[in-house]
């Protein structure tokens, strides 16, 4: 869990990189913030997220994005519903075999 929330700095960033998140009863990388604290972001490469409740999510502004990952086997592979988080992909990801059967998340406009 990353987390900007009750952090009064400008921004929390993180990187996990190589790291397996199974088995989980609720999120494999969950990342949050809210309004008026630090803006949060979770940059996920080269990593796991299976056999979760869900996989990748991303709550209240905060971000992830994630790149060479594969994502399945969870109830729900990636979630952003909630409080404007955001889930965004390098579309090089593996996102399948999750129960809610969704499609890969929004593609990172690359300049």
Excluded: C
Excluded at 17 to 32: E, K, L, M, Q, R
Excluded at 53 to 79: E, P
Excluded at 95 to 111: C, Q, T, W, Y
């Amino acid at each position: 869990m990353v987390s900007g929330v009750d952090s009064t700095g400008p921004a929390v960033k993180v990187t996990v990189y190589d790291s397996i998140a199974s088995a989980n009863s609720d999120s494999g990388f969950f990342v949050t913030t809210r309004s008026g604290y630090a803006a949060t972001t979770l940059m996920l490469l080269n990593s796991v997220a299976s056999n979760n409740d869900r996989g990748l999510v991303a709550v209240g502004g905060a971000t992830i994005r994630v790149a060479h990952s594969a994502v399945t086997g969870n109830n729900l592979g990636w979630d952003a519903s909630t409080g404007g988080g955001v889930v965004q992909s390098y579309g090089n990801n593996y996102i399948d075999g999750n129960l809610s059967h969704e499609g890969a998340p929004p593609s990172i406009a690359l300049k």
